[in-house]
Every structure is written in structure tokens, then in C-alpha cells.
């Protein structure tokens, strides 16, 4: 691990130099020709958001990379009949809320110590796991003898109900679920629509063995460097160079081999969870963009739309299009496309282009403002 030179030595790269680093490390600079495995190892995970305004979120980040190279169905199959991707709900970091996200099973070795070590950095939930025992034990004894069952078929028996000032307030069976998932005891066999088929762990991810904790939390932080190119301190810990960005508060630190030379440049119309701008403070920084999901916004408050999609050409964030899948006429609709460049016609039929890509993806057609 490289020690931090002081800061009146850092190394200083250019903003724009920054922003191709970043597309690039996302695999956004040029589509790949690896497989939907290899880009997934690459970039950690797949943000999982069962919301289907245009597509799920985990099919679009695969889709914006892999292009032709990915049908529909894929990213389900490695799911759930291959067993090559698990759905993760793990510990938050800096970067990633307590989330659900799509992760390669071949990465559980560094996965499973803050697995395990979960309910110790919970105490308050480990205590309410802790204190009703029957209930534990008897959703892992039903889990035992007739899993897999979809979450509806788990019978609320406990003795006290969840605690919580959110919407999770008494919602008993799912939290003690999600709390067992998020320490490795159970796993989500498969997904009927948006309900979650739940399964003891042994049964539905592969028999691994975890590294060393310290061994597994140097990894996770190169591979999150790996995939975002460069990142603040407090996201990926001491690995990497320590540099400056031209034009930009603080400290960054940059993967190692990490270059812009070469760059080719694409358009790409992301998902509103794309890692490229899911952390928005770093998005801002290097990219300038001026952009929020507005899902829970009011809509007579909403910019851009409920579920608007950023659009990247080559090194900038440029436009947010406002689309929809209407899936009772069998079309994506887009309703507006919300420009933050003077576009011209290049741009212009580069985007409809990839809007075409992807209602293809979708087997619908599309309908342009």
C-alpha cells in the first residue's frame, strides 16, 4: 500500500483527463467485447432497483456497457439458474447506501467477512434478532424444510414488532429477512416480479471460503478504484496514488495504471443509478452536471421527469431524457430530451440512435418527441 506523498507534491492531472479516467474505468469510454461476467467482475456489482420505469436498473447498467452483446433475459439467468450473480444487500459505505446490488458469486471471498461481521456492527438489530429466537428459528426451520418460498408464504410470528420511524415500522418478516441476508444465514433465490423467493444461503450461493478481513477490505477498496478510476479518500482507504484534480477541491486518489491516452469517446443514455454519477458530490466535481432522480418528487415540481436518464458523449454528461416504457402499447416513449449542450445533429442522432439500441434491448418500439 503507497503512502500519501504531502500534499505540495501531489500529483496534479487535468479535469478533462479526470472525466476520461472515469468514463473509462466504468467501461463507458468504448463498449467491451468481454462477457456479461467479466464486466460485472470489473465493475463490482450491478445496482439492483426493482423499479421498471424503463427497465430494471441492473439489466440497463449491463445493456449501456455490453450493447448487442446482452439479451434481456441475461442478467436474470446469471442470477438465478446459473448462479454466477447474487443479489447483495450489504454494508454501507461512503459510496453505496444500504442497497440491493447484483454481485458476481466469484467474489464472495472478500464479500463474506462483513457479511459475518454484519449484526456486530448492528447492534441494535443483532438485539432484536437476539431476543426472539422462536421467530428466527422458526423462519430458517421453514426455510429448511420447504424453501425456496416467496416472502408472502413467511408467517409473521413475532413477539414483538420491528421497530422503526420509517416505512419499515412492523414489518417484521422482511426486515428479519433482510437482516439474516445481509449477515449470509438466508439469500434471494429468484425474483416473481418485485417479491423476493427466499432460500437458506448454503443452498443458493457456492461453498467459499472468506479471506483474512483486512485481506478482503484492501480488495473491495482496489476493485471500487478499479472500477471508478479515481475516487475520494474516504471511499477506497489508502489504496492507490494520492493526486489533485486541476480546478477541484481535495484530494483524490487514482488507480493504479489509470490513463486517458487513447481515449475514444461514445454515447451512452445511462441508468439514473449508473456508478459513473451514482455518488452526485463526484459527479458534480468532475462532470459539472446538474442532476437528481425525481422518482419521489411531486411532479409538478420535476425538471426533467420521473425517471429522466443521463446522456454521456464521450467525457461529458450533456442531456436527461425524459422516457417511459408503455408496456400496454408494446413502446418506449420518450417524452422530452432536456439538452444541457447546444446539440447538434451528430449528438442529436447519436442519441436516438442509442434510445433505438435500446428499446430493441426491450422488444418495443420507440416513440421520439
Not at 451528430?346 to 416513440?367: K, P, Q, S, T
Amino acid at each position: 500500500m503507497r503512502m500519501a506523498r504531502p500534499a505540495a507534491t501531489l500529483r496534479t492531472i487535468g479535469i478533462e483527463e479526470a472525466r476520461r479516467i472515469a468514463v473509462r474505468a466504468q467501461l463507458l469510454d468504448d463498449r467491451p467485447s468481454s462477457d456479461l461476467l467479466t464486466v460485472v467482475e470489473h465493475l463490482g456489482l450491478l445496482q439492483a432497483n426493482v423499479t421498471d420505469i424503463v427497465m430494471p436498473s441492473a439489466e440497463h447498467v449491463a445493456w449501456s456497457r455490453l450493447g448487442d452483446g446482452l439479451a434481456y433475459g441475461d442478467v436474470r439467468r446469471a442470477v438465478e439458474v446459473e448462479q454466477r450473480l447474487f443479489e447483495h444487500l450489504g454494508q454501507p459505505t461512503p459510496l453505496e447506501p444500504l442497497a440491493v446490488s447484483l454481485r458476481p458469486t466469484a467474489l464472495l471471498p472478500e464479500l463474506l467477512p462483513p457479511m459475518r461481521s454484519w449484526a456486530l456492527e448492528h447492534p441494535r438489530v443483532a438485539a432484536w434478532v437476539a431476543d426472539d429466537p422462536e421467530f428466527r428459528d422458526g423462519v430458517l426451520d421453514l426455510l429448511r424444510a420447504d424453501g425456496p418460498l416467496p416472502q408472502r408464504d413467511v408467517p409473521d410470528t413475532a413477539r414483538w414488532p420491528w421497530d422503526s420511524s420509517g416505512w419499515n415500522a412492523n414489518r417484521n418478516v422482511a426486515m428479519l429477512l433482510e437482516f439474516l441476508q445481509c449477515s449470509g444465514v438466508v439469500a434471494v433465490a429468484e425474483r416473481r416480479g418485485a417479491e423476493r423467493v427466499w432460500d437458506l444461503a448454503e443452498r443458493v450461493l457456492p461453498p467459499t471460503e472468506p479471506l483474512p478481513a483486512d485481506e478482503a477490505e484492501r480488495r473491495r477498496h482496489e476493485r471500487v478504484l478499479g472500477s471508478l478510476g479515481l475516487a475520494r479518500p474516504r471511499v477506497v482507504g489508502g489504496v492507490g496514488e494520492a493526486v489533485r484534480v486541476e480546478g477541484v477541491r481535495g484530494d483524490w486518489r487514482i488507480a493504479p495504471g489509470a490513463t486517458a491516452e487513447g481515449f475514444a469517446g461514445r454515447v451512452a443514455v445511462l441508468s439514473p443509478l449508473d456508478r459513473l454519477l451514482f455518488d452526485r458530490r463526484r459527479m458534480r466535481d468532475l462532470f459539472a452536471f446538474d442532476y437528481a432522480l425525481e422518482q419521489y418528487t411531486p411532479a409538478a415540481r420535476r425538471r426533467w421527469g420521473a425517471f429522466a436518464l443521463p446522456v454521456l458523449d464521450g467525457d461529458a454528461l450533456v442531456a436527461k431524457v425524459d422516457a417511459r416504457r408503455d408496456r400496454d402499447a408494446g413502446v418506449l416513449r420518450v417524452a422530452a430530451i432536456h439538452w444541457d449542450v447546444e446539440a447538434g445533429a451528430r449528438l442529436r442522432d447519436a442519441v436516438a440512435d442509442e434510445l433505438a439500441g435500446m428499446a430493441g434491448f426491450l422488444g418495443c418500439g420507440l416513440a421520439l418527441p
